[in-house]
């Protein structure tokens, strides 16, 4: 029941920017924490950015300062802003919705390369 859409993946050279989509449904929205995950090859998946229902952030350490979480309840969807991004940002970047919860998106791939 739980539906999480994603949108926005694709190349991009070093220091450019780029904006992912993930659209709910199946949730009360404006009621949960929302978080992006990423996962390089060999790598674990960690959490990149967390937004409550708040509308309070976290953020990775190798992101802050770069990234930007941002949430439309209206919209049902929440958003991950990347700026400057580097090479070390490629990965499949994840939705998770609620964030505590086991429910995903399919995943959408960030490649930072010139």
């Known amino acids: 029941q739980v539906q999480l859409v994603e949108s926005g993946g694709g190349l991009v050279q070093p220091g450019g920017s780029l904006t992912l989509s993930c659209a709910a449904s199946?949730?009360?929205?404006?009621?949960?924490?929302l978080g992006w995950y990423r996962q390089a090859p060999g790598k674990q998946r960690e959490l990149v950015a967390s937004?409550?229902?708040?509308?309070?952030?976290t953020y990775t350490d190798s992101v802050k300062g770069r990234f930007t979480i941002s949430r439309d309840n209206a919209k049902n969807t929440v958003y991950l802003q990347m700026n400057t991004l580097k090479p070390e940002d490629t990965a499949v970047y994840y939705c998770?919705?609620?964030?505590?919860?086991?429910?995903w998106g399919q995943g959408t791939q960030v490649t930072v390369s010139s």
């Open positions: 937004i409550n229902s708040g509308f309070s952030t």
């Open positions: 199946g949730i009360i929205f404006r009621l949960h924490g």
């Open positions: 998770k919705a609620p964030l505590n919860s086991a429910f």
